[in-house]
């Protein structure tokens, strides 16, 4: 064989690139609270009333759950597969690749999902600023150029993306905090709303419903533990960005809830846009609500970035590892990124948006049509690692008392939210979303019958690539 028929070597993801704000800012740009706060605690507020805030308070208690199982593998080892690589160790192939499809199909869905929700908002602002978009065609035309601003970011470097998404939610966050206490000020002694704690008036079936939308704003928080390979100090760095993300943002949730709950009652449930409301009660000037729209437009698009960085790593170890097309294992020469498979799923994740909106659906349901299908997939994957989490801890033979509660509370919590989601039968869409995601990962799981049949050296080396083991540690 000549020298010039033989494959270049990867360049591999880039090494020791990302401290400690990056991974914070890749851990909150996922998760994009701003967007969450924007139009989740409405949809909540339809089933669990005043108990809304009890929504959030209960998804975070699940997710620190669920983060510290993650814990486990963080402090330890450091990969760029994320809980795909997490729970090979745990659970073996099949636990890897059931985490791996589930989380790139959570991944993707929030990604589009997202898009279409930056869609939606940005569209609005230009309008409040005197450049009316409206029909079809813009709405194509705007997620297009969205999606491939997200798909330039994430290729250029994980460096430049995880700033860009974090700078971006920072602003939108500072804005609607700053809204938030002008509109406790502005409701005086009527800022304390007892009527939100009293709970005999909230059904808990209607606070269980809303824990899926409410877990939905928290879906991606783990994301920092796919950059193991570009982190500085990944042991100590990204345990700390999971469980603090987790925290802050389970905070600015509940305070979110309360104050929307507290200025605007029963309205909110009907509104469809609850900040520019609060604006509008308030006496803002006419050129905040522009502002205000552009930043939860910008949130929403650092939630398109931050997915895609997640699944172009897994599917590059995916690909490494040959259960995708290797040739997703593959990184740019230059910029040392998963680029094929960042430009793949990037097109994907417009297409879907798009094909909606060809159909007659509008953005908003797009987002939370979607939405609702990925959190599926984050819930899998986030039981599976919690499960994986214990059998790996005892393996070690390290003794940790809290282990098994929190996997308790994970894996109970994520069970009893699915059930509740589905009995009784919610009304269309929602009532196929679960049986189309079934689909789905029935489907994926075909794909691994099929390698574990025809290619069984690939299922015995899934999740064992791309692996750092902290030395001197199980």
Not at 173 to 195: E, Q
């Amino acid at each position: 064989m000549t020298a010039t028929s033989t494959p270049p070597a990867d360049a591999g993801l880039r090494r020791g690139v990302m401290g400690s704000t990056e991974l914070f800012a890749q851990a909150i740009a996922n998760i994009a609270p701003s967007a969450v706060i924007a139009f989740t605690a409405a949809a909540i507020y339809l089933s669990a009333g005043k108990g809304t805030w009890l929504s959030f308070l209960l998804a975070t208690i699940i997710i620190l759950a669920v983060g510290y199982s993650i814990l486990q593998f963080a402090k330890r080892r450091a990969s760029a597969g994320s809980l795909y690589n997490y729970a090979a160790i745990g659970l073996g192939p099949v636990g890897a690749y059931v985490t791996g499809v589930t989380l790139v199909i959570g991944c993707f869905c929030i990604a589009a999902a997202s898009l279409s929700g930056s869609v939606s908002y940005t569209m609005l602002t230009l309008t409040q600023i005197g450049v009316p978009l409206e029909g079809l065609v813009a709405q194509i035309v705007v997620a297009a150029v969205l999606g491939g601003l997200a798909v330039f970011f994430t290729i250029r470097g994980i460096r430049i993306s995880a700033r860009v998404s974090f700078v971006l939610e920072l602003l939108s966050i500072g804005i609607i905090v700053l809204l938030f206490v002008l509109t406790l000020g502005y409701l005086g002694p009527a800022a304390w709303d007892p009527s939100q704690f009293d709970l005999s008036q909230t059904s808990f079936s209607g606070v269980a419903a809303g824990m899926v939308l409410a877990i939905l704003g928290f879906v991606g928080f783990s994301s920092a533990d796919a950059l193991g390979r570009e982190a500085k100090n990944p042991f100590r760095a990204i345990p700390r960005a999971i469980m603090w993300s987790a925290l802050g943002v389970g905070v600015l949730y509940i305070f979110g809830a309360y104050t929307q709950v507290a200025a605007l009652g029963d309205g909110l449930g009907a509104s469809a846009s609850p900040l520019d409301e609060i604006a509008v009660l308030i006496g803002m000037p006419s050129w905040f609500n522009p502002i205000l729209n552009a930043g939860v437009a910008a949130s929403f698009f650092a939630v398109v970035v931050a997915p895609l960085n997640v699944i172009g790593r897994i599917l590059y170890v995916m690909g490494k590892e040959g259960v995708v097309d290797g040739r997703l294992g593959r990184t740019h020469d230059r910029f040392q990124t998963p680029h094929r498979a960042l430009l793949i799923s990037g097109a994907a994740v417009v297409l879907v948006p798009a094909v909606f909106y060809l159909v007659g659906v509008d953005p908003i349901s797009v987002l939370v049509w979607v939405n609702t299908f990925g959190t599926y997939g984050y819930m899998v994957a986030y039981a599976v690692i919690a499960i994986a989490s214990i059998v790996y801890v005892r393996r070690l033979g390290v003794t940790n008392r809290l282990l098994p509660v929190a996997v308790i509370v994970a894996v109970g919590g994520m069970a009893y939210v699915f059930w509740s989601n589905i009995v009784p039968v919610p009304a269309f869409p929602f009532n196929i979303i679960p049986w189309l995601f079934a689909l789905l990962f029935g489907l994926t799981m075909v794909w691994y019958l099929y390698l574990a049949r025809r290619r069984p050296e690939v299922v015995k080396a899934i999740g064992t690539t791309e692996t750092d083991l902290l030395e001197g540690v199980g």
